[in-house]
């Protein structure tokens, strides 16, 4: 048995006054009063006395009776009803079920007119997807089909680099030949304009290409995502499906899974403990390499081999990260080539990234430069130098990410501004802003479920004159000591766990150097190693 619905009451409120020539005589007036009353005291007061004709002097007292006569009557009413509840919920006469869900009813009516109307979006729908097909025999198809649409990206980019050439090798003989002729058949006038025709000529023919290869990648991604959308409906709706005879397979076979050899390289590999409690274990990988190597994807036979680690760990809880050194100006990421070779299927264009993160930095680092420049001119030098590096929206330390799915290791790119002369000296410190843009990036890949890094140990892209093995030894050693303790630091706020990070030394190492810095190691960090025991004398 349900409750029923507690109606209004009416209560008369009364109240008299004494006539102004006698006041033995005395105007009694009765007013019905609905209880709870739903309007304002004063309002019913003001219709009383024009209706009645009550005199304007009794104004405050008929407000003051009325409305201790309605909180009186309201307190009444609601203790009554609440007394007839209780004493039904004490006799089980109230459907306790039936209210709870009259009151879901009314509730989810009331979420779905006035919330938001938001569901699952286009590009989580996409994401289940793939990471779903990726974990399927169809991982080999995709691959291969991802392979095919970068091979047409980078053929359209042959064919720019081939049109640009010769239409540059074309205006450099004619300006060649304008210029022998000066002063006999051409003027300067005549060379000054034709310099500014084949500016106009080169710049159409880059915006050309460019408009072509973007319709291309639109065209691919688009075509990509239908594709494997469909392909999931297929094999949804049939579990026999396999590689051999599912409808990927309209798609030939023609880049086989092989691995080329990979090319020589220094490298070496250590697993350590790191916590004086509870210790944890990490994989360093030291080796030789460019940070873009690890990063380009060679379109070859090998490519879909290659390429099936970051697709299995593109959606999930492993990603790979990479620190790439990066100048003050984001639009002249070195990265921009890689990402370009091929279509980006899941993220926005590196391009797009780029120009979004130019457009978001501004307005903050505004302030904060014109901040350091007011505290620099307020403690009296290097004020003309300090408003010099304020024009750069970016100072060295200073981190903007990327992601990428068309890269050869890395889901998310870390680019480190490192555009410093005091990089190129070997005295630097901890809190050099270098290092602690390195702090800041190891907390970021903690927080967001990057198990994997790289990371330049010199901080620099390339050896110079400068950079001898006493300097490498000294930079390698400060940066493998910060890191540390920085690994120690992010782990222990929670997060992702740091399973790999790799020390990358510029290509041009020499060996010996290598394996001074490999020695480093054991003496930075704990070193698992198995336990030798000695023989039983007898």
């Known amino acids: 048995m349900s409750t029923e619905t507690v109606q209004n009451t009416v209560k008369t409120f009364k109240f008299s006054f004494p006539t102004c020539t006698n006041e033995e005589v005395l105007y009694k ?57 209780l004493n039904q919920l004490k006799n089980s006469e109230i459907n306790v079920e039936g209210i709870v869900k009259n009151w879901e009813r009314l509730f989810k009516e009331n979420v779905v007119e006035f919330a938001e109307q ?22 080999e198809t995709i691959l ?11 053929n359209m980019l042959k064919n720019r680099d081939e049109d640009i050439k010769k239409l540059t090798q074309a205006q450099t003989e004619e300006m060649e030949e304008k210029v022998r002729l000066l002063n006999t058949s051409s003027t300067e006038e005549e060379i000054n304009a034709l310099a500014a025709q084949h500016f106009e000529q080169q710049s159409l023919a880059a915006g050309r290409w460019d408009s072509q290869l973007d319709a291309l990648r639109h065209a691919q991604r688009a075509a990509h995502r239908a594709w494997l959308m469909a392909t999931l409906a297929d094999y949804q709706a049939d579990e026999r499906i396999t590689p051999s005879n599912s409808p990927l397979c309209t798609f030939p076979a023609e880049f086989p899974l092989v691995r080329a050899p990979p090319r020589p390289r220094l490298e070496e590999s250590f697993t350590i403990h790191l916590g004086s409690q509870l210790k944890q274990t990490h994989n360093i990988r030291l080796v030789a390499v460019d940070m873009m190597d690890l990063c380009c994807v060679d379109h070859g036979d090998s490519e879909a081999a290659g390429r099936v680690q970051p697709a299995l760990a593109l959606y999930s809880g492993e990603l790979s990260g990479c620190v790439v050194l990066a100048e003050a100006a984001p639009l002249r990421s ?17 391009e797009l990234q780029l120009r979004d993160i130019v457009e978001k930095i501004r307005e903050p680092a505004e ?20 408003r010099a590096r304020a024009r750069r929206a970016l100072q060295t330390g200073d981190v903007f990410v990327t992601r990428h799915s ?26 050099h802003p270098a290092i602690l843009g390195l702090r800041n990036i190891l907390k970021a890949a903690c927080c967001n479920d990057v198990t994997s890094i790289a990371i330049p140990l010199l901080l620099r892209q390339e050896l110079t004159e400068e950079m001898t093995a006493a300097w490498c030894l000294r930079r390698a050693e400060l940066v493998l000591k910060c890191v540390k303790g920085f690994v120690l630091e992010a782990g222990g706020g929670g997060g992702a766990e740091l399973r790999t990070l790799t020390a990358a030394l510029p290509p041009a190492a020499a060996p010996a150097v290598f394996a001074a810095v490999a020695a480093l190691l054991p003496a930075i960090f704990r070193v698992a190693g198995p336990v030798r025991a000695r023989p039983a004398r007898r």
């Open 406 to 431: 068309n890269l050869a290791e890395p889901h998310v790119v870390f680019h480190l501004v490192a555009d410093d002369d005091s990089l190129r000296s070997g005295d630097i410190t901890s809190r």
């Open 29 to 85: 007036l009765e007013v019905p009063v609905e209880i709870p009353h739903a309007g304002s005291p004063r309002e019913l007061v003001q219709r009383v006395i024009k209706m009645f004709h009550i005199p304007v002097y009794l104004e405050d007292e008929l407000n003051e009776k009325l409305a201790t006569f309605i909180a009186d009557e309201t307190k009444n009413f609601h203790n009554e009803r609440d007394e007839k509840l």
């Open 118 to 139: 938001k569901g699952t979006s286009d590009e989580e729908v996409f994401a289940a997807a793939y990471h779903k097909l990726v974990h399927s025999p169809a991982l």
């Open 367 to 386: 302030k904060r430069n014109e901040q350091r420049v007011a505290e620099q001119a307020r403690g009296g030098g290097g004020a003309g130098g300090a």
């Open 334 to 350: 070195p990265l921009r080539h890689a990402a370009r070779a091929s279509t980006e299927h899941h993220f926005d264009d590196v």
């Open 144 to 154: 291969q089909v991802e392979s095919s649409y970068a091979k047409t990206v980078m």
